[in-house]
C-alpha cells in the first residue's frame, strides 16, 4: 500500500503525483492543510513525524517511508520499472537527473519571486512595490530558462529520449511558471508543443486540474499572460 502525503499548490508533492499515475500505482492521498497566509503551518502531524524536513512530500510504501520528490521518484523508477521514467544508459540517466535538477534547484529560484501574487497582497505599499519589482526581474530569468529549454528540445518530444522523471520536474515547474503570471510560451514553439503534449496525458491532465481548482478555492487570482 503506497500513501502519499501531498498538497494542493505543492509543485514537488505534485511530481510525485504525476509520477505515481504515469506508472498506474494505486495509492492513497493524504492531503495536507495549506493556505495562502499561514502556507503549510501548524503542519501536519505526520509529515512532522515522518520527514525531519517538515516537508510535503512524504510517500510511505508498505511502511518504508522516503521524503524528497527527487528521491522518492528515483526509487519508484527502481521499485516500480515499468513503465520507465528514466533512460537507460548512465550518461542518460546523469543528463536526465541534471533535467531534473535544473527544473527544481534552477527554475524554481525564478519562480519564488512570483509567489507572492497568489497570496493575500501585503499592507504596506513599499513592500508590494518591491515584491513587484523582484518578480518582473525573475520573469526575465524565466524567459532565459524557457529559451534554454527551448535550444534543449530541439523539437523532440521529451528531453530525454522517453517520457522522464525529468519532463515531470520541467513540466511542474513551467506550469507553475504560467500559474503564476510568468512569460507566455509565444515564441517557444518546442516548447509550447511538448507542454501542450504532456496536458493531453492523464496523469499530467489530473495535476493541471486540480492545481486550477485549488487556485480558485485557495489563491487570489492572478492575471495571467499569453
Ligand atoms: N526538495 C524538496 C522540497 C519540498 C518542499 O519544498 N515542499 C514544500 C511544499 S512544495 C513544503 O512542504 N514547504 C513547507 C516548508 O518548507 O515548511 C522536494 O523535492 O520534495
Not at 503549510?40 to 517538515?54: G, M, S, T
Not at 512530500?57 to 518504508?64: H, N, Q, R, Y
Not at 527527487?70 to 521514467?85: G, S
Amino acid at each position: 500500500m503506497i500513501t502519499l502525503y501531498s498538497g494542493p499548490l505543492s509543485l514537488f508533492a505534485r511530481k510525485v503525483e504525476i509520477a505515481l499515475r504515469e506508472k498506474g500505482l494505486a495509492f492513497e492521498r493524504i492531503m495536507v492543510p495549506f493556505n495562502q497566509t499561514t502556507g503549510y503551518d501548524p503542519k501536519h502531524p505526520e509529515v512532522i513525524a515522518l520527514n525531519p524536513k517538515r516537508q510535503v512530500p512524504v510517500l510511505s510504501d508498505c511502511g518504508f517511508v522516503l521524503y524528497d520528490s527527487t528521491v522518492i521518484n528515483e526509487y519508484l523508477d527502481e521499485a516500480y520499472p515499468e513503465p520507465p521514467l528514466m533512460p537507460q544508459s548512465p550518461v542518460e540517466r546523469a543528463l536526465c537527473r541534471l533535467d531534473e535538477l535544473y527544473a527544481d534547484e534552477i527554475m524554481h529560484q525564478a519562480l519564488k519571486p512570483l509567489m507572492h501574487r497568489t497570496g493575500p497582497p501585503s499592507p504596506d505599499r513599499d513592500r508590494r512595490i518591491a515584491q513587484e519589482a523582484d518578480a518582473l526581474i525573475a520573469e526575465e530569468a524565466l524567459a532565459q530558462h524557457y529559451e534554454v529549454l527551448e535550444q534543449k528540445l530541439a523539437g523532440r518530444a521529451f528531453f530525454g529520449g522517453i517520457l522522464s522523471i525529468a519532463d515531470i520536474a520541467l513540466f511542474m515547474s513551467v506550469l507553475f511558471a504560467r500559474r503564476l503570471g510568468g512569460p507566455s510560451l509565444d515564441g517557444h514553439p518546442a516548447l509550447a508543443a511538448w507542454f501542450a503534449q504532456l496536458k493531453q496525458r492523464p496523469a499530467f491532465a489530473q495535476v493541471v486540474a486540480e492545481v486550477a481548482e485549488a487556485d480558485r478555492r485557495l489563491s487570489v487570482p492572478v492575471a495571467l499572460r499569453g
